[in-house]
């Protein structure tokens, strides 16, 4: 176990914060839970928690660290203090107050409520008292009016009422009190005042904001692993322990209970019977051992368990449908495993699929068949994608990483941004000289300067060792776009991950970004994923990445992102580029930047190729606008899609 970390506490952070939960550290958020718990104390401050039934679990079962006495001030258990039974409202939020000024914190975070049924006006209650009160959104619960995931119900965005199908399932309300707690989240969360929201993944930030616009303070602290516990180890060694057949490969999966539908025991029996001859199936959780060629390995808790099970594993298979974080595969990730995972939820913010795992389409039973298959089949995948899980998952989900997220939040700090600055259709030039022109270096977007910086100067020196074919003007370009509308970059035709590399390093250089680039690389040929995957993980961008093997119709119908620019470097013939760019034009937004490659490419004349004939109807069609030629590129901004 990690020794005490030798911190101080720094007089900008509060000196005690106090932890209010349902159940103290049973199940996933009581584990997300007491890791939290560990980072708090890690920088110094006193820490405790206040928990309606914490099912005889202390810290000490738990914690991936030396418990520091000097600032754990222990769990302390109110079973008494239900609500929704034989105490009212005001008398449960009466006897919390008392507890919590036994303990007087400066924060108190507020973590799932479900089980104990208190009322949601604790949480101003608490405010009221001088703490400061931040609220952590483990699931859907504080959004919707009384479930903790809607599935495919949105009542919850227009108004949950006694309609609710799922009213008797847990948690459960009385269907006449679903429209008044409904209202009453949205009182407590809305405007400049509401309460301050913590969310376990930008896909939880996402649905609040959508559930909630006017919430006005919201922002994410991924979830966390000590990455000294969590890590790979001797494979052989942990499967002797766990009695595990030594030389077969091993499918590794988790959950609470395999018995709650939206952990997708369906799909995983379907998954199971398909492969029980070719990989052996294992799993941790309640009742793993009733599914038929499942070898169950029971309910853990303790740190150290879980990573010598997840080291005895070669692939981590997660079949949850809905899953607003995902600890298990983060865990999985950190221990080297790759991942094949349905696309639910925060999972796709941890897999980077062809990088770290395979992401299929959510509920996809035969997907996931295939992936497995094509994973355990793939030698060069499975030598290199475990030292990539974990290099990804430190660089995002160590406790470290953890610690300066919350000392971040709880100073006020700001991070450096990575986020959304859009582009615009205004651009000064002369048509008739730029289509002829091949090395012009305006930029697309107005500015005083042809460089964005000395790093954009360099870029095409700078990767010129990298595989895939650029002018100094294409590598400027790239560069540009991303800095610019780099926030969800799409490139048809990946190559070898040179251009991601250009795209992903001007993205990440604007420091007015709010948010995390992504990248979406999607190619038709194996060896240009297997290369690119291999460069974005020397370039350390691996994290930000994720590549599609196949066609664009395809990746459409299985990836709901949307892009704000494009690179377009697919199929060069007539035919395909035609078919790229018109799925492109019902698919993007107006005003999206798409940066066609080959375009002034003498082949084009001959017709070897048909990328100028393609662009120059689709834009005759009026779908985009012309924006200039730039190395062998032509730009192009839509004008016709989605609003």
Not at 103 to 124: E, S, T, Y
Not at 244 to 259: E, K, S, Y
Not at 365 to 377: C, E, Y
Not at 514 to 531: A, E, K, L, V
Request: charged letters at 20%; one cysteine or more.
């Amino acid at each position: 176990m990690t020794p005490v970390a030798d911190k101080r506490r720094t007089p900008d952070l509060p000196r005690r914060v106090l932890f209010l939960n349902d159940v103290g550290f049973q199940y996933g958020a009581g584990i997300a839970q007491s890791r939290q718990l560990e980072c708090i104390m890690g920088l110094g401050i006193e820490a405790g928690v206040l928990t309606w039934a914490h099912g005889n679990i202390q810290l000490e079962n738990v914690a991936t660290r030396v418990i520091d006495p000097d600032l754990w001030r222990g769990i302390r258990e109110v079973h008494h203090l239900e609500g929704g039974k034989h105490l009212s409202d005001e008398t449960v939020i009466a006897g919390l107050l008392m507890e919590v000024a036994r303990f007087n914190p400066d924060v108190i975070i507020v973590g799932n409520l479900h089980a104990a049924r208190w009322p949601f006006q604790l949480l101003p209650a608490l405010r009221a008292i001088g703490c400061r009160v931040l609220a952590f959104l483990h699931d859907a619960y504080l959004f919707t009016g009384r479930c903790a995931y809607p599935g495919d119900c949105t009542r919850y965005l227009t108004g949950c009422d006694e309609s609710c199908p799922t009213a008797t399932q847990y948690p459960p309300l009385e269907p006449a009190l679903i429209r008044g707690a409904w209202q009453t989240r949205r009182q407590i969360f809305g405007g400049p005042d509401g309460i301050e929201v913590i969310a376990n993944s930008l896909w939880s930030k996402k649905m609040f904001r959508t559930a909630m616009p006017s919430c006005g303070h919201i922002e994410t602290i991924e979830l966390s692993a000590n990455e000294d516990t969590f890590k790979p180890a001797d494979k052989l060694a942990a499967r002797q322990l766990l009695n595990l057949p030594p030389r077969m490969p091993i499918v590794l999966c988790a959950a609470v209970n395999f018995h709650e539908e939206r952990k997708g025991g369906r799909q995983l029996r379907e998954i199971v019977a398909a492969l029980k001859d070719e990989v052996c199936f294992t799993a941790f959780g309640h009742n793993a051992g009733e599914i038929p060629g499942m070898t169950g390995l029971g309910y853990h808790l303790q740190a150290d368990k879980l990573a010598t099970i997840y080291q005895a594993a070669d692939i981590f298979l997660s079949t949850a449908t809905e899953e607003a974080f995902g600890q298990t595969v983060m865990e999985a990730q950190l221990c080297g495993l790759p991942v094949v995972a349905f696309k639910a939820g925060g999972v796709e913010e941890i897999v980077r699929n062809e990088i770290t795992g395979k992401l299929v389409r959510n509920g996809d039973a035969a997907g996931a068949v295939a992936a497995i298959r094509a994973m355990i089949h793939d030698e060069r995948f499975m030598m290199v994608a475990p030292a990539w899980s974990r290099q990804l998952a430190l660089a995002r989900f160590s406790m470290w990483w953890q610690e300066q997220r919350w000392h971040v939040y709880l100073t006020g700090r700001q991070l450096a941004g990575t986020g959304h600055n859009p582009p615009t259709l205004t651009y000064p030039f002369q048509e008739p000289t730029d289509v002829v022109s091949t090395q012009l270096y305006r930029p697309s977007w107005p500015g005083a300067e042809s460089f964005l910086s000395e790093a954009h100067a360099q870029i095409f020196d700078q990767t010129s060792s990298l595989p895939g074919w650029q002018t100094p003007g294409d590598s400027f370009k790239l560069y540009e776009m991303g800095y610019f509308a780099g926030d969800v970059i799409l490139e048809i035709g990946t190559f070898g991950g040179r251009s991601a590399t250009v795209e992903l390093r001007g993205a990440l250089a604007n420091p007015a970004r709010t948010q995390r680039p992504q990248f979406y690389g999607i190619d038709i040929m194996d060896d240009s994923i297997t290369r690119t995957r291999q460069i974005l993980a020397g370039e350390m961008l691996g994290q930000y990445c994720h590549l599609f093997h196949g066609v664009l119709r395809d990746f459409v119908q299985r990836w709901s992102i949307t892009p704000t620019m494009v690179f377009l470097d697919g199929d060069h013939s007539y035919e395909g580029c035609k078919a790229d760019l018109e799925i492109l034009s019902q698919y993007l937004k107006v005003g999206t930047p798409v940066l066609v490659h080959d375009f002034l490419n003498t082949e084009n004349d001959t017709g070897k190729i048909g990328v100028k004939r393609a662009a120059q109807e689709w834009q005759a069609a009026g779908h985009g606008r012309f924006m200039g030629c730039h190395g062998c590129c032509a730009l192009y901004v839509t004008v016709t899609g989605p609003a």
